[in-house]
């Protein structure tokens, strides 16, 4: 022990040695039984064969994917085709949830940008009213959305008071109104790791980049945005995967042009005659891709690491 060092010194970081396992198990446990239980189960229920009547029979087959995939005509004994109506709802989803994920990048950078660029005071009024819609259920916010944007709605009344427009803006049951709802509900998952990336961002770097006559686009592309670049994938991220499966959405402020994953899962899960097999297997494939845009994204964080 070195001279004047107190008793016991240098033994605390030994106290948890050996006994991670212990600690670590009531977080196992708690992981294990609310999240890997019910993606098992999930699995194991696209691998069984739909009762008649509703629910499951006991016999494992692949009948729920085939089904997704292949379309075998109306009794199934038709040479099977590809499905394309199951399919282009998933492309629909991932052109959706894209098309939301570039909105809310494109208004959450500057609104992150904004915010972290003010006083230290005022920062936390700006980040009080961007989290405020999230005191409210969703499913409220988006029957709110629904009705402001109704023929009747608000909207529509200003607009024809003031004159813009000479008769109600058919807005629901589109692909706009379904972008608005996700726009509005995944905007804050945009703003919030963008600001913290900028939050800690050297400016001198910008005041350096000036003093070198670089343009305003070009401090922003070749500094500022490599720098933030964590903070605006890891937006990417929390915008695009929850839009991917959203169904609230797409069932209020959508339409049967609009359907999405999130919408076709869910009915496969109501009542009775609801096909649970053909659920957990569309599940277990919109998991399927989640998982590997999450890899591919680990993939090339750690290139970038490794550089």
């Known amino acids: 022990m070195a001279a004047g060092a107190p008793m016991g010194a240098g033994t605390s970081s030994h106290i948890y040695e050996g006994n991670a396992p212990r600690l670590m198990a009531p977080s196992w446990i708690f992981i294990g039984f609310f999240l890997l239980a019910p993606v098992i189960m999930m699995a194991v229920y696209s691998f069984l064969t739909k009762e008649f009547r509703g629910g499951v029979i006991w016999e494992f087959s692949l009948a729920a994917y085939d089904q997704f995939f292949f379309d075998r005509g109306l009794f199934g004994d038709e040479p099977p085709s590809i499905e394309w109506t199951y399919i282009g709802i998933f492309w629909r989803s991932i052109w959706q949830a894209g098309l939301a994920t570039f909105v ?83 905007l804050p998952f945009m703003v919030l790791p963008i600001y913290a990336a900028v939050e800690r961002y050297d400016f001198a770097l910008s005041e350096a980049a000036a003093d070198l006559y670089s343009g305003a686009w070009t401090t922003l592309r070749l500094i500022i945005l490599p720098v933030v670049k964590p903070g605006i994938i890891a937006g990417c991220i929390l915008v695009f995967v929850p839009s991917l499966g959203a169904f609230l959405a797409p069932d209020l402020l959508g339409g049967a042009k609009t359907f999405m994953i999130g919408s076709l899962i869910e009915e496969q899960f109501k009542g009775n005659a609801g096909n649970w097999p053909f659920g957990a297997a569309a599940s277990m494939i919109l998991l399927t891709i989640v998982l590997c845009i999450l890899l591919v994204y680990a993939r090339n964080q750690n290139k970038t690491e490794i550089r």
Request: hydrophobic share 50%; with cysteine; charged share 10%.
């Open 104 to 186: 809310c990048l494109l208004i959450g950078f500057p609104t992150a940008w904004f915010i972290a660029t003010r006083d230290p005071q005022s920062r936390s009024i700006w980040l009080f009213l961007v989290t405020i819609p999230y005191w409210v259920n969703l499913l409220i916010r988006t029957v709110s959305m629904k009705f402001l944007i109704r023929d009747t709605g608000p909207l529509n009344e200003f607009l024809l008071q003031v004159g813009v427009i000479g008769e109600p803006l058919g807005l629901i049951n589109t692909n706009f109104a379904v972008q608005l709802g996700l726009f509005y509900s995944y």
